[in-house]
């Protein structure tokens, strides 16, 4: 019994192992490839930005260097241009098995002016010039990232941060550690739950220092700038599955055929009235321009509080 049950195992141990590589991508010498371009859009109205009262965080004196100079944290997650062109949008062709090279990806981060960024992103795609020709801090929304990935933070900033990884789909932390005032990078593993894409970083002591990250296994992906434009060249002929994710909104997915040394064009269409966001991530409140002082301090039954009081002549 025991040694057929140990040939069972290997047996079955084997199998897995045969699958698993067999499902793993390979890199090849793509002679014939093709090409996908488009660009990403969004249509209506562009989100306002979540504001963020810096007085309810700690460390605010320090972080206020990215405030609005009202005391407040504009998260701006949805970058738009005059031609609809959305910024920060993955586009990722999906179950490629092989093809040209794919380079691992880098999972470094720093932590800088209350900020996460990208440890080789350059100055000048981290300050842009705003309206009045001032150059401001721009906090980068969206990064590409591989599972079972060595993340590491080093923290630059003077203050305390908490590096925290959600598991965007269900609300869970799939990886935390703290990040101390320290010359050494912290870090650990992301792995991710199986069939799941989407992680959201974010601060445990400054909730607005938020960035995504968007999960690939192949190197046939695209990440938009200004204007929305994509790029995907050297894909073997053959039809796939593309898709396109923006934070906060549905993924959305096309089928398309490329031809052997052909060019391709694809475009996605994001709706801003379709926006959602988890519960955790919820904010009905300190929205630019939408509620007043008085709804920020009412509960849903503060009104007929309100109305019992003055009918018992109590002061409203």
């Known amino acids: 019994m025991k040694k057929s049950y140990a040939v069972g195992l290997v047996g079955f141990l084997t199998m897995a192992l045969a699958c698993t590589s067999s499902h793993a991508y390979e890199e090849i010498s793509v002679v014939n490839g093709g090409s996908i371009t488009g660009k990403v859009t969004l249509k209506g109205a562009v989100p306002v930005p979540r504001v ?15 405030s609005d100079g009202q005391g407040n944290v504009r998260l701006i997650e949805f970058s738009v241009d005059s031609s609809a062109g959305l910024k920060d949008a993955v ?18 981060f720093v932590a800088i002016d209350c900020m996460f960024h990208p440890a080789d992103v350059p100055d000048s795609e981290q300050y842009v010039s705003g309206a009045s020709g001032q150059l401001h801090h721009e906090h980068p929304l969206v990064t590409v990232v591989e599972d079972k990935q ?9 203050v305390f941060h908490n ?19 320290s010359t050494e990078p912290r870090g650990g593993l992301l792995r991710f739950e199986h069939g ?19 999960r690939v296994d192949n190197p046939y992906y695209a990440k938009t700038k200004s204007g929305g434009e994509f790029l995907i060249d050297r894909l073997p002929p ?5 898709m396109a994710w923006h ?5 959305l997915e096309k089928e398309v055929t490329v031809p052997a040394n052909g060019k391709v064009t694809l475009d996605f269409e994001f709706d801003s009235g379709e926006v959602q966001r988890p519960i955790y991530e919820s904010q009905r409140d300190f929205r630019i321009g939408t509620a007043t002082p008085h709804d920020h301090m009412l509960m849903p039954n503060d009104d007929r509080i309100l109305m019992e009081d003055k009918k018992q002549g109590g002061q409203p």
């Open 238 to 242: 053959g039809t796939y599955q593309v």
């Open 150 to 158: 060595r993340v590491s933070m080093l923290n630059k900033d003077p």
């Open 91 to 108: 586009v990722a062709v999906q179950r490629v098995e092989k093809g040209k090279p794919f380079a691992p990806l880098k999972a470094d």
């Open 247 to 251: 934070p906060h909104l549905k993924i």
């Open 52 to 66: 963020f009262p810096l007085v309810l965080y700690p460390f605010g004196p320090f972080c206020k260097k990215i």
């Open 163 to 181: 590096a925290q990884f959600f598991q965007n789909e269900k609300g869970n932390i799939i990886l935390n550690f703290p990040l101390p005032v």
């Open 196 to 214: 799941r894409r989407v992680v959201q970083l974010i601060c445990g002591m400054h909730e607005f220092m938020q960035s995504w990250g968007f």
